[in-house]
């Protein structure tokens, strides 16, 4: 069982930025490949970022394309997603996710492990 704790969240006024951190407790934490997804009260969860294991290689979701980068220490067994002109629509719950799987995904439901998440508030 994989254990992923997320931190780093917080309130930041817009055009700031924030850098979030999940660890995971699993020593083959390389093996997977790791996403960040969102939520935002009344919406529906959406995928931000997603980061492979070999390579590795990177994809995000079009509203973050050049502002956010997601990144990841495999010694530390740790995710990074650092966010950068950050707008209020950016406003959710951030969690990170794990899938015992080499290949990227989108998906939510090809994520086998999830965090509890972190706030992220942007004020305009």
């Known amino acids: 069982q994989v254990q992923l704790v997320e931190s780093g969240g917080g309130l930041v006024q817009a055009g700031g930025s924030l850098r979030l951190s999940c660890v995971a407790s699993?020593?083959?934490?390389?093996?997977?490949?790791m996403g960040w997804f969102r939520q935002a009260p009344g919406k529906e969860r959406e995928f931000v970022a997603a980061i492979t294991w070999s390579s590795p290689s990177t994809d995000y979701t079009d509203s973050v394309k050049g502002r956010f980068t997601i990144s990841r220490d495999n010694a530390k067994n740790t995710v990074y997603l650092q966010m950068n002109s950050l707008k209020p629509e950016d406003t959710a719950v951030y969690c990170c996710?794990?899938?015992?799987?080499?290949?990227?995904?989108?998906?939510?439901?090809?994520?086998?492990?999830w965090g509890q998440g972190t706030q992220v508030t942007v004020s305009s």
């Open positions: 996710a794990a899938a015992r799987r080499a290949r990227m995904t989108k998906n939510p439901y090809d994520y086998d492990y």
């Open positions: 699993e020593r083959t934490f390389s093996i997977y490949t």
